[in-house]
DNA sequence: TTTGATCTGGCAACCGTTTGCAAGGGAGGA
DNA sequence: TCCTCCCTTGCAAACGGTTGCCAGATCAAA
């Protein structure tokens, strides 16, 4: 159907290596002949079968970028940001979801294995040990994980949270309610790691939760009971239906409960009351992943990006 | 690196075509050979090369899924359904973000084209001639666009703009303001048709605007100024970024202006005033895209999926 | 035992492209 | 005029698989 590298060849009466010279490597054919090659390959509508030149350079110009949710606003900017990155390098990336199933993720992997160049895996489910595995295959770049020996970009979840809990305390909270998130993610245990060394404070854990709006919600009884004033959510979907959930119950945001959140998704900006939450520099994430990966070529390197607090209207003074 | 057939082949004494048999064409080899086939490949973790597959074969079992904007809520959970019903049929998505840009668009596609059996091309900005001329190289469903013989997947909207404008009618709105997407989109153009055919009312058109909620906040100060008492917006992140622009400016929703969206995204089930909006069945439409895709082979099956109205807060009685 | 049908597995060509090697030709130096 | 050397191009193998064809083996029926 489509036109090949032979057709061009025939088109113009060489050989198909000049014609893949004539692409690949300019400065090995006569400049004329370059030029009829090219003249034919436009005229065809020729365009290399980069699958097929991936079988003997071994190269895809392809990535892979793996997510758990793409339906949680958090990950669609860093997507966007990989993406225009690799762009600007010449390469494309492929975007894949596994719905927070760490089999699902296995095969994923698996599956792009051969038909890409490396791998952005976004908060992963997987293990590590698992993850080290499939390393072997396949170059990855892991984002919001720490895995010995492999590259990362990591965002200072650590200092965000204590940033967000030294602005409770700052407001008078003391007894304050930590809504964590998913087995086996790092963010989670993180905060938590932070939230148990701060002096002080009288925490209440709830956990693993969805990292959705439905886990939120489905806490928000809960957290009401345990008699916080305060509450720091995994992220700010959790936050938003534990808003949800608490305003049905009569329970005004931030009058009677301060909530956190983190991420800064789109949803917390619009939001009434507008959430305060732990901004994630999602976007510059995003532009690293594909930096590391095309660079190193599996090295070690570990980036930590700066996170923020931005304080709106879901926290006030404890009562 | 990885185990290819030969090692295979070489590790259990047949030859490759053997190995290769009895992956594809079970029944052609001999149960004792293909079980000592089998151990011999998992135990080298052995896995075809869909690339090299796909060379001989013509087929991938890869599909591309390529969207305007995956920052747009609209688009997750379609991409979610495309892909969950493309796994069940043992293919693989890979999904493609073009920043709203017929130029990315094309090239995406262009590259895609020989490493898939297909594209979903979900709210295309390029034009249909293009269109035409790219489906010639791959076959395509078009989702939200209408193009002659080609498969396609539509919303009705018409539908829905019908069921919006007869709820504000209802509600004793005479002048409405339309605000639509950006050009080139089909859904703008289903709403300004039915909106313009609808007998007694008052319209006002802003147009065209970037589908975003910086598109909203950019024409509410227009939008205010023109007297309308209620607003169809394009979509739900435009309706968000108009109620954030109106209510800067102090004025009220419902209270003083009805807003309605289209879409019904996560951010306007959770905003307060609720968004009232046309729900569209993006899950569906993702599952049938895939459906057709692959049953059609570019057969031009064009299916329409219902839309509705979900009444909530942003709309009320005209003053 | 012969015949023929049915299985099984090897051989080799092919998919579209790259790339090391070598051959042909022209130019420049001796 | 002859010899190098470089530039340009063709040849063929390779990448990792699939598949049509053929030959040998097996087995049941005659």
Redo the contacts between chains.
């Keep these: 159907?489509?036109a090949t590298i032979k057709d061009v060849a025939r088109a113009c009466g060489v050989h198909v290596s000049t014609v893949s010279r004539s692409f690949s490597a300019p400065h090995l054919v006569n400049p004329a002949t370059r030029s009829r090659v090219l003249a034919a390959a436009d005229d065809l509508g020729y365009?290399p079968?980069?699958?097929?030149r991936?079988?003997t350079t071994g190269r895809?110009y392809?990535m892979g970028l793996i997510v758990a949710d793409?339906?949680n606003?958090f990950f669609?900017?860093l997507?966007?940001a990989a993406?225009?990155q690799a762009?600007g390098r010449d390469y494309?990336?492929?975007?894949?979801?596994t719905?927070e199933d760490p089999r699902?993720e296995e095969e994923?992997i698996?599956?792009?294995?051969?038909?890409v160049d490396g791998v952005l895996l976004c908060s992963p489910r997987l293990s590590n040990r698992m993850i080290e595995r499939l390393a072997?295959?396949v170059p990855f770049v892991v984002v919001n994980r720490r895995i010995k020996g492999m590259p990362a970009v990591l965002m200072n979840v650590a200092q965000g949270a204590k940033l967000a809990l030294d602005h409770l305390a700052g407001l008078g909270h003391r007894r304050i309610a930590l809504v964590s998130g998913p087995i086996g993610s790092w963010t989670s245990n993180e905060m938590q790691g932070v939230a148990a060394e701060t002096p002080g404070l009288d925490l209440i854990f709830f956990g693993p939760n969805q990292p959705t709006?439905a886990g939120g919600l489905a806490v928000a009884a809960d957290v009401a009971a345990c008699g916080a004033t305060a509450v720091l959510a995994y992220n700010d979907l959790v936050a938003?239906g534990l808003i949800?959930g608490l305003s049905a119950m009569e329970i005004g945001v931030p009058d009677q409960i301060s909530v956190v959140g983190f991420d800064d998704i789109?949803?917390g900006r619009?939001?009434?009351p507008k959430l305060t939450t732990v901004a994630m520099p999602a976007v510059a994430a995003g532009r690293m992943a594909v930096d590391l990966l095309l660079q190193s070529g599996g090295e070690g390197a570990t980036v930590t990006l700066d996170t923020a607090l931005i304080v709106r209207e879901s926290t006030g003074r404890a009562r």
Tied chains: 1, 2.
Excluded at 110 to 115: G, I, Y
């Design positions: 159907m489509a365009r079968n980069r699958a097929a991936a079988l895809t392809n793409i339906a606003p669609p900017p997507i966007k993406q225009a762009r494309h990336v492929f975007v894949a979801d719905d699902v994923l698996r599956t792009l294995t051969k038909q072997e295959d709006e938003l949800e789109l949803p619009l939001n009434r």
